[in-house]
Each structure stands twice: as C-alpha cells, then as structure tokens.
C-alpha cells in the first residue's frame, strides 16, 4: 500500500512539473555557431559561409530555444544574451545579472548605439550571399533593465541594446544597423522602446509589456515582435553582425530572440499603390513592375491569388486595380516572392444642374458654381475642384473661373465645367447646366418693432421666422427659406443669417432682408422683407414732485399719446392723475407706432415747520450758539435775519443779544416758521458812583425770564442781595450801606433749572 502510494505521488510530482515547464520555453545551450545560423537562415535563397560566436568565456551566453506549450510569439528561434543562455527561460522570478567583469563589451554595437562602456557582449556574425534583393529578420529584445520600480533614477540612464549590423564583405564602409524603430533610425535599446514604468516612456507602441512572475522567460520586459529588413544586391556577399550587450555595467541582463527560419529572402516590387496614401493610379496611368535579378530562371506574375496566363517576363505592366504576386526561381530550390497591391483612384463624376432665381426673366443672373462642386465631391476631404467655360480648358486645367461663388453666366441654360483632381492630379470632368426660374414671388407684409432696448438708436431685434407661412403661402410644397442681408449674397448662397429667429438689424431704422426659397440646389424665387423699427421718440425723463402737507397735486403723462395706464389701484387710464400721498407713480404710454415708453413720478411729502426745540448755549463770552431741531415733513434751512438761510441747523459764535430763529422748507410749502430767542451773558463789572452809567449790576434780557433768580455774594460766601430776572438789579449796597470796590460772586438759577455762577468786579 505504501508503496503504491509513492507512485502515485511520484506520478502527480511529474506531471505538475511537465506542466509548470511548458509555461516557459526552453533553452539548449549546447549547439554549435553552424547550428544557431541554420537554425536562424534555414532558407535555400541564401549561401551562408564563415559564421563566428563569441560570448561568456565561462558558460554559454547562446542557445536554441523553442516555445512549447507556452505563449512566447516564436516557435522556436536562437537566443544571444548577456548572462547565461540557460536562465533565459521563465518563470520571471529572478534577477538576471550573471555576466562577468572580465567578459568584455563590442565596439561595433558602440558606435551602433551612439553609446560606450559596454560589456557582456555576445555576437554572432556571418557571410552570406543573398539570392534575392531583399532580406528580413524577424526579433525580440528583452532586458532585466525594464523596471516598474526603480531605487535610484540613474538606473534610468543605463540602456542595454542590440545591433543588426549589415555590410558588403571586406568593405571599410560602416556598418548600417538594421535593429531600429520603425519607420525611423533610431537604435532599438532599453531607452528607446519602453512602456509606462519607473523610467521616461519612449517609442510605447513598440513595447510588448511587463512581465509577471509567470511569463515564458525570465526577463522583466519586452518589445513586440520587430523586423531587421534591408534591400541588397543579389549575388553579393555581405557580412551579417549580431550583437547584444549590456551597457554600463555587468547588472541587469539582456537578450535578443531572433524567429527560428525567420530570415526571409523576397523580391521587392516597392510600396503598395494605395489611395489612402493619396497614391492610387489615375484612370488609364500604367504602372510597371520589375522582379528582375540576374540570379533568376523564371519568373510568374499573379493577379489576386490566380495565375497570369503567360506572364514570365521580369516586368509586368499594371493596367487595372489590385492584389499583384511574383514569383521568382532563382536556380535549383531557391523560390522568392514578392507582392504589392496597386489601386486607382476613383474621383467622383456627376453632372449638376443649377437652378437659379432669375427675377427679370432674361436667363441671366449670377450663380454659386460651388454648390454643385459640393454636391458632386459630397464635400469629400483632399480634393480640388475648379471650374471652366470650356471643356478643352478643363482638360487641361488652364483658364478656370476665378470667382465661382459669383459667376454670371452669358448665355441662358449655359454648361459650364468642373474639374476634380486629387493630390496626384487626377481628375474627372462634370458639367453643370446653368438654368434660371422667374417664378413670382409676393413680398411679405413688413415686420415692425420698437426700438425698447435702452439705446434708442434705430436698431432692435427681429424673429424673421414670422414671415414663414405668408412667403410659402400658396407656393409648391417642399419649399424651404433661408434668409440674407443682400441680394447677391442669396443668390450666391452665401453669409446666411444663422439665426433667423432672433436677427439684430444692421441699418438704421428701416432694412430689407432677402429670403431665398428654394429646394436644394434649386433656387425658386427671393423675397424681400421690409424690417422697420420705430423710436419711442418722446423724452420721456423721470420727475420729482413736492406735495406740499395734503394739499392735492396733478401728475401729467402729457398728451398725443393713444393710451395711458398708471401704476396705480384700481388703474387709472387718464393723461392727467391727482394725489394726495407721497410715493412713486408710472405711468405707461403707448404712441402710435404702438411702442411703450415709462415714465415714473417721485412725489415727495413736504410742509412747513410746525414748530422747532430751539436750544441756546449761552453765558460764553463770543462762542455762544443756538441749536435748532425743527418739527415737520419738510426740507428745511434756517436763517437769523430772515434772508441768509444756512442748510445746518446750528449757529456759532453768537454774541448775547435777542435773536429771530426761521425755519424754511426748501420746497417752498408755506411760509417760514419763526420763533425769538435770548442769548444771555453778565457784566464783568458795574460802577455805581453816581455818574448815571452802570450804576447796577444786572442780566441783559433776563427780564424775560422773570422767575430766574440772581444770588450775589460776597468773597466770604455772604448774601448780599437777591433779586427776580424781571427786577432792577443790584446797586453795590447791603441794608442801604455801600459795600467796598472788590469782586463778588453770583449765582442764577435759571427757569429750566440751570444754574449759571461767576464773578464780576464792582468798580467806584
């Protein structure tokens, strides 16, 4: 039992590892330069002599390699690397850098690459003497150096690379590398072709991809399966060189695949002939094809996969579109083949008939030759079309109408001649018959507008699209419009109005637009319609208006409008309006070109004053002032004499005196308010000696304020006498005894309940 058990064990181990290695292709070390060649040529069409490897002086840096089960795009092919040829295969779980210090680099790959410093070079070189003028090998480069991820951007810089090297033997010439970008010269190395990663993208297209753990080799990435092509001489020898190596240092190894039997040797008969390279045959053009070689036997031509009856000769003569083969036998086993397909330009041809409005009936009027150019194109890309009154000149492309949009033919139902030629100067001829109609057409009703965008100057805008229904009104079904600001340009099909729904005038007060009618190329009539805009025209300014209290007011719209309507509730519809509240009233008015216009009254309340708090600041010296706060609806300004009025109300620097205060409402609502007032001060000294001058001491115009009371005192804070406002005064004695010359002090307890103190001097 155990022992079955093992088998069976040993069993599934195998077959896991059959199947885990055909993922990978595989690598034999072990043949031989003679091998690798034949295994790489493997074609009669050449002759192969002096082949040469060189690589790892320690294990083999070269191999045959064959796919297997595994999805590498070569069944089999040789491998030239920079480490070890048996670490070639997958899975992708190491890092190859196997070549030595000592294993040196090539000075061909060198200059090659433009590059230097290289090492681990292995190279396989050969003559060979090619049969045919054309050779081809098809390639892979792969390299350890394609990195997702990098720890030092100099790692970028390095830039492993491979050489197709090819020249005629024995030559001193430079070597020409056939291992480049397609369609360019630049070199196939790791900095040329490279996908998205952790180093600059270059060439993408080319790049064939980072590889997973589990790819068929074992190398980071990949280019897509290149081609090394060159034309040669048949017969001749040459020298081939193929070379890789790493560049910089001995890290991160490279390979190159090369496509077992992949060296093609084939016969050149030049590009295809293609008309999406603007290149097919015009009509009737030949086109000659050489197979010719001196090596040659036989030669047979096919068309289209059959053979051409008795075609043997080295040149074949084109005369019809497409897919054309050659085979070539060169001596006993040697057959190349050649091939390219020719085509031929098909340009397009239809003759055109041109109808257009002829409004006076002569046959004669003025044509746009290009829309039946457009119509035969079908506005196809890279064409050329002119236009010709004669045919001779239109075959030979001289004498063409130099203004086609705008052409007036001279004879009616006129041909004239549109030549269409490409890029390689076919061409075809179409020719286009000029005829006219002379339907009639009934002018639409005008189109009318106010002029209500706030510029007032002539120009509005218009929907033109009114006018449809009343232009095809009774004209044959089918019929569209398109509208122009000129004649000439709805004859020439020209500058149409893009948006006819919403056309903003470009003339002043009165424009006439034209519609074309017509159906497709073919112009039925022109209409013309009439765009009038009218001005609202009146000066129409907003007004202030005084109310002065409730007295009523009139608010006039003015007359010679046909209607009136007021913003007011319920509406009111009359020129003329009465109002007894402030606010603001429109008015709109309609004139009769039917256009609006608004007009807005502002009505202000105002009055007179009904009365003011008139504040004195007084007992100063010359700053006295009189603070005015007036009581009313009204604008105010105020005045002391009743003729210089002031807008503030406060007045300064008043000396003590009786004043006359008015308030005046700047509206002009009643007359002015006015009230009197005091502005007071004491004497700093009187002298009672007898003289009849000052002999009391006393407050000018404090008789007006009879209940204020004046307490003077002496300079020890006595009483000395007391009077009432409206009272004589003080006449210096106390008890009818006369008091000393000296200061004294005062206080006035005013009827508002200030209190006034300070000092004055009796003087004898």
Not at 383 to 393: E, F, G, K, P, S
Request: aromatic share 12%.
């Amino acid at each position: 039992m155990k022992t079955l058990y093992s088998y069976y064990s040993a069993l599934i181990l195998l077959m896991f590892t059959a199947s885990a290695s055909a993922q990978y292709i595989q690598v034999n070390d072990t043949y031989t330069a003679q091998q690798l060649v034949q295994a790489l040529v493997g074609s009669s069409c050449a002759q192969v002599s002096n082949i040469i490897i060189n690589g790892s002086p320690d294990t083999s840096s070269y191999g045959y390699f064959t796919a297997g089960a595994s999805s590498f795009p070569f069944a089999n092919g040789i491998v030239l690397s920079t480490g070890y040829a048996r670490s070639a295969p997958g899975p992708n779980n190491s890092l190859l850098s196997e070549g030595s210090t000592a294993w040196l680099g090539d000075n061909d790959l060198e200059a090659a690459l433009n590059v230097n410093n290289t090492i681990n070079a292995t190279v396989l070189e050969f003559d060979f003497v090619p049969f045919t003028d054309r050779i081809s090998f098809d390639y892979i480069f792969s390299s350890e150096q394609y990195l997702t991820s990098v720890s030092s951007q100099a790692q970028c810089n390095y830039t492993d690379g491979f050489a197709f090297l090819l020249k005629e033997a024995g030559s001193t010439a430079a070597y020409q590398n056939l291992a480049v970008v397609p369609g360019t010269n630049i070199p196939v190395k790791v900095n040329t072709v490279r996908g998205v990663g952790a180093c600059p993208t270059a060439n993408e297209q080319y790049f064939g991809g980072f590889n997973g753990s589990n790819h068929p080799t074992n190398y980071n990435g990949q280019t897509v399966v290149l081609k090394a092509q060159s034309n040669v001489t048949a017969g001749t020898l040459y020298h081939i060189k193929l070379v890789v190596a790493d560049q910089g240092n001995n890290l991160y190894d490279s390979a190159i695949f090369l496509g077992g039997g992949s060296f093609n040797a084939s016969t050149t008969l030049g590009p295809d002939v293609l008309n999406a390279n603007n290149d097919g045959l015009c009509a009737g053009e030949t086109l000659t094809l050489n197979a010719f070689s001196t090596l040659a036997t036989n030669y047979q031509w096919f068309l289209n996969s059959s053979p051409l009856p008795g075609e043997n000769n080295a040149t074949y003569v084109v005369t019809s579109e497409g897919d054309y083969r050659v085979e070539v036998t060169l001596g006993a086993t040697c057959t190349s083949e050649g091939s390219i397909r020719v085509e031929y330009a098909v340009l397009p041809a239809s003759n055109q008939v041109l109808l257009q409005c002829d409004e006076d009936g002569d046959g004669l009027t003025t044509f746009n030759l290009t829309t039946a150019g457009n119509a035969i194109t079908a506005n196809e890309q890279g064409l050329a079309v002119t236009y010709y009154t004669d045919l001779i000149d239109a075959n030979a492309g001289t004498g063409f109408i130099t203004d086609p949009e705008a052409f007036e033919n001279t004879t009616p139902g006129q041909v004239v001649y549109a030549r269409v030629e490409n890029v390689r100067t076919c061409y075809t001829i179409s020719e286009i018959t000029l005829q006219t109609s002379a339907n009639g057409v009934t002018n639409p009703m005008p189109l009318q507008e106010c002029d209500e965008d706030g510029t007032d100057d002539g120009l509005t805008s218009f929907d033109l699209t009114q006018r449809d229904a009343e232009i095809l009104q009774g004209l044959p079904a089918n019929l569209q419009l398109q509208y122009f600001t000129s004649r000439e340009d709805a004859l020439q099909v020209v500058n149409p109005i893009p948006n006819p729904a919403n056309f903003t005038t470009t003339v002043q007060n009165t424009q006439t637009v034209y519609a074309r009618i017509f159906n497709g190329s073919e112009c039925y009539g022109i209409a013309e319609l009439q765009l009038n805009v009218f001005s609202f025209g009146t000066s129409f300014d907003d007004e202030e208006v005084i109310l002065c209290g409730t007295t009523p007011i009139q608010l006039s719209a003015g007359s010679g409008f046909s209607s009136y309507s007021w913003n007011t509730s319920p509406v009111q519809t009359t020129e003329t309006i009465t109002v007894t509240a402030p606010g603001e009233y429109t008015v709109t008015v309609t004139n009769a070109n039917n256009c609006t216009g608004q007009k807005t009254f502002t009505v202000v309340q105002s009055g007179a004053a009904t009365g003011a708090l008139i504040r004195v600041d007084d007992f100063m010296g010359n700053r006295n002032s009189i603070t005015v706060t007036a009581e009313g609806a009204g604008d105010y300004e105020y005045s002391l004499d009743g003729i210089t009025y002031q807008d503030t109300p406060v007045f300064e620097n008043l000396l003590s005196g009786e004043y006359t205060v008015y308030i005046n409402d700047k509206n002009g609502c009643g007359p002015p308010y006015s009230d009197t007032v005091f502005v007071l001060d004491y004497p700093k000294f009187f002298t009672p000696n007898g003289d009849g001058v000052n002999e009391t001491w006393r407050i000018p115009y404090l008789n007006f304020y009879p209940e204020s009371i004046v307490t003077i005192y002496d300079r020890y804070g006595k009483i000395v006498a007391s009077f009432r406002g409206n009272e004589a005064g003080w006449d210096g004695k106390f008890k009818n005894k006369v008091l000393p010359s000296t200061d004294y002090w005062f206080a006035i307890q005013l009827i508002n309940g200030k209190i006034i103190t300070g000092h004055f001097a009796m003087v004898r």
